[in-house]
């Protein structure tokens, strides 16, 4: 029978977030998902590290605080897959007036303890480059700083960084029973590939199940904890770009939500968000034809440029296990995090809601509440660490970019920068022994090359097409139908030996 410290089941950002601080602090752990790393909610943000401009309005003072400093953390651990962007909120003369807005940014601006980025400002669209994609009457707009992440890479990495420090991280594998004893779990896994069943013993729990945490809780006959997760779907469209700068927008809609356009890999804008309550999970499967006319309709009030659900590329949906806090409303929901620690025989800390910027956090809290019933005293350590590929000079990506095309002239500029973007110090890994274009091996299509599914592969958990086009990366949206099923293939014959 395996044994282990501690057990983590669920493999989005909060559980190898967990995973990654308590193999630092010198625990064993074994991280279980019974899919792919990130393969539901946390690939299914909106890919931004912020504090919440709009969750100011709900008077949730804290969470944004917390947000915002952790902004600053992530953003130094790891600028080559988190980077600044200057966000610009065009004033809607019929919504919230310019008063109420200069008051949120000024809070936005000063309760973080800003350092890094700069502080918000006036505009007008009449010389700004953002107002020329916008319709007539838009005149005055506002300015402010927040960040952008790979959400899945952020995933991986910090699975990758857990791996090293010790962890075993087995995804494709599902936690299928538990029985707990005074001192320990004895959890039952099963390989969903093979179906293979194994045991293991753990000294504790950690469920991270996200969107399934009360199903976990219930696998051993009993419900441990009174909270409950609320699920709220939201979704996304991928269009052609919609304008030729680099700032994105923050649209406020009639409703009370505000929708995000956002440049997106080059040649792409990211539009949404919605929230509509489900009630399973099932039903975060894909977004509507109701969700593609609103984010279409939301954007048209504000772009001259008309957005129909015929120019949608590709979209994507996922539910966001937030904590029940009996809110009148999905948009109302708080998206701050609770932990649920259960003494009652061998510990179990289970994680309600949270969201992608607050991880870290959530992570260092789960460790000091676990320290004390697991009997360790290791210090908290994460705030200080880079994450794989971080380790960038002074966080200074524009420079490391410069160096990496010096070092690597034979690259393609594109290709050379989307390395860089993806791996950060370590494209020299990736790089490993290559000298031309040729030996980065088949060529698949677009900017997919055998070198990198290889390295995907053997370093960051990929087994399937999908995990690579879709979540390693988004090379998915330059890549032809065909290709998915060749990419299979050959991953399939590589992963076996053939």
């Known amino acids: 029978m395996l044994e282990t410290d501690l057990l983590v089941v669920g493999g989005g950002v909060n559980g190898v977030g967990i995973a990654r601080d308590a193999a630092g602090r010198g625990l064993s752990v074994l991280l279980c998902e019974q899919q792919d790393l990130a393969q539901h909610t946390s690939s299914a943000s909106t890919k931004l590290i912020h504090g919440g401009l709009r969750y100011l309005e709900n008077y949730d003072f804290g969470l944004v605080r917390h947000a915002l400093r952790e902004r600053e953390i992530l953003l130094q651990a790891a600028p080559h897959i988190i980077w600044p962007l200057r966000f610009v909120l065009p004033h809607h003369r019929a919504l919230r007036p310019q008063w109420l807005i200069r008051i949120g940014l000024f809070l936005y601006d000063h309760i973080g303890g800003r350092k890094l980025l700069p502080k918000s400002r006036r505009i007008d669209l009449r010389r700004h480059p953002a107002g020329v994609a916008l319709k007539p009457g838009f005149d005055t707009a506002f300015e402010y700083s927040d960040c952008w992440v790979q959400d899945a890479r952020l995933v991986a990495l910090n699975a990758v960084d857990a791996r090293e420090r010790g962890a075993d991280i087995r995804t494709r594998t599902r936690c299928v029973g538990l029985q707990r004893h005074a001192d320990h779990w004895i959890a039952e896994l099963q390989n969903t590939i093979t179906r293979e069943r194994y045991s293991l013993r753990a000294r504790a729990l950690v469920n991270a199940a996200g969107p399934w945490v009360e199903k976990v809780l219930q696998l051993d006959g009993n419900r441990h904890s009174g909270k409950h997760v609320r699920l ?61 006319d609103y984010i279409c309709r939301a954007v048209d009030e504000y772009l001259q440029r008309p957005v129909t659900p015929e120019d949608v590329i590709w979209s994507y949906a996922g539910a966001r296990p937030l904590y029940d806090d009996d809110a009148s409303n999905a948009s109302k929901v708080t998206r701050d995090y609770k932990l649920d620690l259960d003494l009652n025989g061998a510990p179990i800390l289970s994680v309600f809601g949270g969201k992608i910027t607050t991880y870290r956090d959530l992570a260092q809290h789960a460790l000091r509440l676990l320290a004390k019933p697991m009997q360790f005293e290791q210090p908290d350590w994460t705030a200080r660490a880079h994450l794989p590929g971080g380790d960038i000079a002074n966080a200074d990506f524009d420079v490391y970019l410069s160096r990496c095309r010096s070092r690597y002239p034979w690259l393609p500029p594109a290709l050379c920068s989307d390395y ?79």
């Open 232 to 292: 709220v779907k939201g979704s996304h469209i991928v269009v052609p770009k919609l304008f030729d700068h680099d700032y994105p927008y923050i649209f406020q809609n009639g409703d009370g939500r505000v929708l995000f356009a956002i440049p997106y890999e080059g040649e792409f804008t990211l539009l949404g968000t919605t929230d509509l309550e489900i009630r399973e999970i099932n039903d975060a499967g894909a977004i509507s034809e109701q969700e593609v």
């Open 420 to 498: 860089a973007r993806n791996y950060g110090t370590r494209i020299d890994r990736l790089l490993a022994g290559c000298g031309a274009l040729a030996d980065l091996g088949r060529h698949f299509d677009g900017p997919l090359y055998e070198r990198e599914v290889v390295y995907l592969m053997e370093q960051e958990f990929a087994q399937t097409a999908e995990d690579v086009l879709w979540r390693r990366s988004k090379k998915g949206l330059f890549v032809s139908q065909q290709v998915v099923g060749q990419l299979d293939e050959w991953m399939r014959d590589r992963a076996s030996g053939a």
